[in-house]
């Protein structure tokens, strides 16, 4: 009786590891307007494979053969499909012929985050831009007191509502990006020292927490610019609310934008804890053009912030 319940118990956990790896690589044929919700799952997919091998391992002793070989089959399916993002791309031994920048995106958590902590993380990793996600102009003064002009002396940002809280922050002056971008996107061009004027965008779509969310996120994602023409040479950096598993992520990556963090290795590191920081996600990302040689990506700690800090230094090509 025993036997039969255990045996029942390994059957019932192969069929959603299973399904999930059957979602997976149907995800991979999904077009960019394909549900978020329906996709919401691949998000979680990482935490899936170990647990699908130890269970393959555990029915494989029990002599459940079958269990063991469709939970097995699934963790070598899922690995497959996520392993690729964990490890670091071959870089080009000479440098891009471009511009070298050094950029940082934080999601300050409706104006939450420890102020002090992120000027001090600017002075200990020397971005040339700094862009946020969730400010508001009572968050902008605590930077200002924390002695963030001093760093950063340019700035364009949205007025610090939901759908208009995204900010860039430079060490260089700052230009408006002649570039239609939606409400929750701030855009704006670089002037470097050397001459380069280098197009960025501070970017923070809604969460697609419903089906109206959904739609919304979903049109946001694939309206954003490709990699040519006026973001050429540009970055794009933020809280996406988007894992790599996402169909409509994955439509944006397709117009020509590679995901640093995947390309230094660390593309299934989280971004975001939730409030209750049980959530692992990977949802925050730069994005970089063709051509762009990834030097470093650092992830950082943010205390009052449920999303961490990313860094990232690229050399990109001329636009």
């Known amino acids: 009786m025993v036997s039969s319940s255990v045996h029942g118990a390994f059957g019932a956990a192969a069929l959603p590891v299973a399904a999930s790896a059957v979602t ?18 691949l998000a979680v997919l990482p935490w899936v494979i170990p647990i699908a091998g130890a269970l393959s391992g555990v029915a494989a002793a029990r002599g459940q053969r079958v269990s063991a070989a469709v939970l097995g089959g699934a963790a070598v ?34 104006g939450g985050a420890d102020a002090a902590l992120l000027v001090n993380h600017i002075r200990a990793r020397h971005p040339d831009v700094l862009a946020l996600q969730e ?20 700035r364009i940002a949205g007025d610090g509502r939901r759908l208009n809280d995204a900010a860039l922050l430079s060490r260089h002056p700052l230009e408006q990006l002649p570039v239609d971008l939606p409400s929750v996107f701030v855009g704006a061009t670089v002037q470097l020292p050397s001459g380069a004027a280098v197009p960025v965008v501070s970017a923070h779509p809604v969460p697609p927490a419903t089906r109206l969310l959904e739609r919304h996120w979903t049109q946001t994602l694939l309206t954003l610019p490709a990699a040519s023409g006026a973001m050429a040479g540009g970055v794009l950096a933020g809280d996406f609310n988007a894992t790599l598993d996402h169909p409509a992520f994955r439509a944006l990556l397709r117009l020509g934008w590679r995901d ?19 959530a692992r ?13 990834v030097r470093f990506l650092r992830v950082d700690r943010l205390t009052g912030s449920d999303h961490r800090i990313l860094t990232l230094s690229v050399d990109l090509p001329p636009a």
Do not use: C
Not at 86 to 91: D, H, I, K, S
Not at 260 to 278: F, Y
């Open 77 to 110: 399916t899922l690995a497959g499909f996520v392993a690729p993002r964990l490890l670091r791309t071959r870089q080009p031994d000479t440098p891009a012929r471009g511009s070298r920048l050094t950029i940082m995106s934080a999601n300050v958590y409706r």
């Open 260 to 278: 640093a963090s995947a390309e230094a290795g660390q593309g299934g590191r989280s971004t975001w804890t939730g409030r209750g920081g049980l």
């Open 24 to 41: 997976a690589l149907a995800a991979l044929r999904a077009s960019g307007r394909a549900p978020a919700m329906a996709s919401a799952p």
């Open 135 to 154: 400010q508001s102009p009572g968050y902008l003064r605590k930077l200002d007191q924390a002695g963030i002009r001093e760093l950063l002396p340019h």
């Open 281 to 293: 996600l990977a949802i925050d990302h730069i994005l970089v053009p063709p051509g762009a040689v």
